[in-house]
């Protein structure tokens, strides 16, 4: 059974940073593309970063380019979102996502609880 378990976010002044953690397991860990996500009260959920299985691809969307960086650590079973420069619009409970695929091509997605991370201004 595929477990996400998100941690570390909090409340922070404007400017400051926080570093999110997203750890998976019950399945291999390099088999899965992981992503963050965001959703802040009366709003669509929002996509924050991406990466690849393989650490060589990441993607990120453009409210959060070049403040949060994402990576992983393979050994620690374990993805990460680094925010730096955070601003009250970031508020949001953050979402971890790790992606698997079948091997007929389909996805599974397995979502995390959430972390709610709280800027002030």
């Known amino acids: 059974q595929v477990q996400v378990v998100e941690s570390g976010g909090g409340l922070v002044q404007a400017g400051g940073s926080l570093r999110l953690s997203c750890a998976a397991s019950g399945r291999t860990f390099t088999s899965f593309d992981m992503s963050w996500s965001r959703q802040a009260p009366g709003k669509e959920r929002e996509f924050v970063a991406a990466?690849?299985?393989?650490?060589?691809?990441?993607y990120y969307g453009d409210s959060v380019k070049g403040r949060f960086t994402i990576s992983r650590d393979d050994a620690k079973a374990t993805a990460y979102l680094q925010m730096n420069n955070l601003q009250p619009e970031d508020t949001a409970v953050y979402y971890c996502l790790a992606i698997a695929k079948t091997t007929e091509g389909a996805q599974i997605d397995y979502w995390g609880q959430g972390t709610q991370v709280t800027v002030s201004s």
């Open positions: 990466i690849s299985w393989s650490g060589r691809t990441t």
